[in-house]
Nanobody, 120 residues
Framework: VQLQASGGGLVQAGGSLRLSCAAS?????MGWFRQGPGKEREFVAA????????DYTDSVKGRFTISRDSATNTVYLQMNSLKPEDTAVYYC?????????????????WGQGTLVTVSS
């Protein structure tokens, strides 16, 4: 399975972006991670295979929404009320089972990343 992330860009604080992650094949649990300048990669959001369960890191709760379209094997991350501290390269990832995970080690497939820059 190959993952292609897109939708990053430059936005002012308070603005919105929607990231997309298109998979070349069927995927199961999906997640978004990010790595900011000088920081380690961190968990952002995850969604189960069914889409019934989602999970978010505390810093994005109420601002970001993860969703999926199983018909097109695409996962989205709607990001609202963006802050400068959200600046990072965002990666999508896919696991090999139907659950959702916060640990990067649980994901088998990774996309190439898309850069999100939030200016103050």
């Amino acid at each position: 399975v190959q993952l292609q992330a897109s939708g990053g860009g430059l936005v002012q604080a308070g603005g919105s972006l929607r990231l997309s992650c298109a998979a070349s094949g069927r995927t199961y649990g999906m997640g978004w991670f990010r790595q900011g300048p000088g920081k380690e990669r961190e968990f952002v959001a995850a969604i189960s295979w069914s889409g019934d369960y989602t999970d978010y890191t505390d810093s994005v709760k109420g601002r970001f929404t993860i969703s999926r379209d199983s018909a097109t094997n695409t996962v989205y991350l709607q990001m609202n009320s963006l802050k400068p501290e959200d600046t990072a390269v965002y990666y999508c990832a896919a696991s090999r089972d139907r659950n959702l995970y916060e640990l990067a080690q649980a994901y088998y497939y990774w996309g190439q990343g898309t850069l999100v820059t939030v200016s103050s």
